[in-house]
């Protein structure tokens, strides 16, 4: 039986202030920073994730069982929250249940019969073809601000980086006589991403002509700077996107995961295996990746209806 389960009935879970003083959470917590080395806002969202889950409920998280969790599940739905944001909710409680049968706190696992949320009920956004030439030719490149600009948007959509990967590389990351890169992705999991002669070319200027005024004789170990000598931020990143984006002409929200699901929808176009693409991307699944077919798909459809005289 649940017991004083606030979500018994469809009202949705109240805002959260702060995080339980449950030992255990605090242990996963520390497990999940230092053992399996994740980054910082992962460990934050596992926090107010649990965080929502003990102020559901008035007694400790190891005494809930699958009923109590599946009911707390539906309130999220209940709550109208993005299918996506549930699945991490999951994923969480799941990482949390199993680190406690680990440490000798649970014998049997509570999210064994959970089910996930359908995701991506809306294809990602992606830039066609001509949009991202538009795009890449934005940035002025007798400035060198405007030569990092190119090189950074140039590197995004070669490599399908995502935005904190792109502003963390240190300029040792660079293999330009094999035209790779050297990525830390999330849980500081490193892959080995390849990247054209056209963001090579675009990187060449930068690092001879642009970083070199942008830095004025001061050292630092980021590839891409600000004019103070500080390493890019992912905040001003994705403003000069926008401003770039605007004077591409496009006018729809352009954010850089749109041109990582750019890069992606294309290679799958072209005919790149799913295997590839999601090494690429950093991928820990390949369902993951499997989205891309989909767009393809898509785009196919579109194609046939627009120019097959018996469409």
Not at 157 to 176: M, N
Not at 218 to 234: D, E, N
């Amino acid at each position: 039986m649940r017991a004083n389960n606030k979500y018994q009935s469809s009202q949705p879970p109240k805002p959260v202030a702060s995080i339980s003083p449950d030992g255990n959470i605090q242990s996963f917590l520390g497990f999940c920073r230092v053992e399996k080395g994740l980054a910082a806002n992962s460990v934050e969202s596992y926090k107010l994730d649990l965080a929502k889950l003990s102020a559901a409920f008035e007694k400790p998280l190891q005494e809930l069982d699958g009923e109590d969790l599946t009911g707390y599940i539906e309130s999220l739905f209940v709550a109208k929250m993005a299918p996506r944001s549930i699945a991490r909710h999951l994923t969480t409680l799941r990482n949390f249940y199993r680190f406690l049968i680990e440490e000798g706190q649970l014998e049997h696992d509570p999210t064994e019969f959970l089910q996930s949320p359908k995701q991506w009920t809306t294809l990602p956004k992606y830039l066609n073809r001509e949009e991202v030439e538009k795009l890449l030719a934005a940035p002025r490149l007798d400035q060198p601000a405007g030569l990092r600009d190119r090189a950074m948007l140039e590197l995004l959509y070669a490599a399908g980086l995502r935005v904190s990967e792109l502003c963390a590389l240190p300029l040792s990351a660079v293999e330009r006589e094999m035209g790779v890169l050297r990525v830390t992705g999330k849980g500081n999991k490193q892959r080995m991403v390849p990247f054209g002669e056209s963001a090579g070319e675009a990187m060449d200027r930068y690092l001879e002509f642009g970083r070199p005024s942008l830095l004025k004789g001061r050292a630092s170990p980021a590839l891409f700077v600000t004019g103070r000598g500080a390493a890019m931020s992912r905040q001003t990143f994705w403003r000069l996107l926008r401003v770039c984006g605007w004077k591409a002409g496009i006018r729809r929200p352009l954010t850089p995961h749109v041109i990582r699901h750019s890069f992606a929808t294309h290679l799958v176009e072209g005919g790149a295996d799913l295997r590839s693409v999601q090494i690429m991307l950093g991928h820990a699944d390949i369902s993951t990746t499997q989205v891309y077919t989909h767009v393809a798909q898509r785009r196919l459809r579109e194609t046939i209806d627009q120019h097959h005289p018996r469409a």
